[in-house]
């Protein structure tokens, strides 16, 4: 008897315990969300296993997972794409793993990040270390990380307490992130990277979305403006000729197959475009890509209806603007033909 009551007791102080904190964080201005985490891009991929000539794959960075709406291009076309590209990422290890380890030989659109794209083929470097940890982990994923991953999803589809994301935001809440936000007394030797802040909502079937609050907090914009500015002065020289001779080796690859490959340019705006345009010009960059590639490409400066559209922190769209570009870049590729034969539901 005085089991059963020491259990109840304890189970109506976790109930509080939790009902407090999960409060506390919303109080915050917080909201549940999707951890944007390798078992969700895992479960994607596996998808691809059983893809035909009638699928699309999205690759890419964060401006193609951000811009290129699921829900809105399965709205267009009446199929659902597999979105796999990755933030802070280069797009070349997904697509090595694609060409290489699948027989996959429909459509795959690569959104281009020119800083990123062109950065590195150096396995340590973090573009490339991130893409490839989330390939490693879907060929090693155990099936007690896959079972724990599917019953997690409800429960981070409901309580703000269970954001506990790769990637290390300043305003992460779990415990993890907490104590590394103690100043222990330790000296820095390098100049602290300005504060970023989680700025995108994940929902399934895998789709990121910019936060409202990212699209209409203005001081909260350049918070993340800051830091995308921070990161471009201290990025090392692009190696564009050692990445352009990796990509081209599997785009070679993946045509001869019968592969469809198509390049999008997504759009960014203000200080970042201006330093892309002085460090990464057209013409050096995306331009040579296309000529060596052979394949579709479209970049939203040859556009009207694309050129100025405006990113709210520079660098990627916010909800409402990313479903309109995603509209109209199916309608542009419909009309040349280059999509398969998507009913339009």
């Given at each position: 008897?005085?089991?059963?009551?020491?259990?109840?007791?304890?189970?109506?102080?976790?109930?509080?315990?939790?009902?407090?904190?999960?409060?506390?964080?919303?109080?915050?201005?917080?909201?549940?969300?999707?951890?944007?985490?390798?078992?969700?891009?895992?479960?994607?991929?596996?998808?691809?296993?059983?893809?035909?000539?009638?699928?699309?794959?999205?690759l890419g960075s964060s401006r193609a997972y951000f811009d290129i709406?699921?829900?809105?291009?399965?709205?267009?076309?009446?199929?659902?794409?597999?979105?796999?590209?990755?933030t802070g990422s280069s797009p070349l290890p997904t697509f090595h793993d694609i060409v290489n380890n699948t027989e996959f030989n429909g459509t795959i659109i690569v959104g281009v990040t020119p800083g990123l794209l062109?950065?590195?083929?150096?396995?340590?470097?973090?573009?490339?270390?991130r893409p490839q940890s989330k390939v490693d982990f879907y060929f090693n994923r155990t099936y007690a990380q896959r079972l724990n991953f599917l019953l997690s999803v409800p429960l981070q589809q409901n309580l703000v307490l269970m954001s506990a994301d790769e990637e290390e935001w300043n305003d992460d809440i779990d415990l993890k992130a907490l104590l590394k936000r103690i100043n222990w007394g330790k000296l820095d030797t390098l100049p602290p990277t300005p504060p970023f802040y989680n700025f995108g909502d994940v929902s399934l079937p895998r789709n990121m979305s910019m936060m409202p609050r990212a699209a209409t907090d203005t001081a909260f914009a350049n918070s993340i403006i800051k830091v995308w500015h921070?990161?471009?002065?201290?990025?090392?020289?692009?190696?564009?000729?050692?990445t352009?001779?990796?990509?081209?080796?599997?785009?070679?690859?993946?045509?001869?197959?019968?592969?469809?490959?198509?390049?999008?340019?997504?759009?960014?705006?203000?200080?970042?475009?201006?330093?892309e345009n002085m460090g990464l010009p057209r013409d050096r960059f995306w331009d040579s890509l296309v000529h060596v590639a052979q394949v579709k490409s479209y970049h939203f400066e040859d556009y009207a209806q694309l050129k100025n559209l405006t990113c709210p922190e520079e660098s990627h769209l916010s909800l409402e603007d990313a479903n309109f570009f995603t509209k109209e870049l199916?309608?542009?590729?419909?009309?040349?033909?280059?999509?398969?034969?998507?009913k339009t539901k």
């Open positions: 008897m005085k089991l059963k009551q020491s259990l109840i007791i304890a189970l109506i102080f976790v109930i509080i315990g939790i009902t407090s904190w999960e409060s506390y964080w919303r109080a915050q201005g917080l909201h549940p969300t999707l951890n944007d985490e390798k078992a969700l891009w895992a479960m994607t991929r596996a998808k691809v296993e059983e893809a035909t000539k009638e699928d699309v794959i999205i709406q699921v829900g809105q291009w399965k709205n267009e076309t009446g199929k659902e794409p597999l979105q796999l590209a990755s062109f950065s590195t083929t150096y396995p340590k470097a973090f573009p490339w270390e921070f990161f471009g002065k201290g990025s090392p020289p692009p190696e564009k000729d050692a352009t001779a990796f990509f081209m080796h599997d785009v070679k690859k993946f045509k001869e197959r019968g592969g469809n490959l198509i390049l999008v340019r997504p759009p960014s705006s203000g200080g970042v475009r201006i330093g199916v309608e542009i590729l419909k009309k040349d033909n280059v999509l398969p034969n998507h």
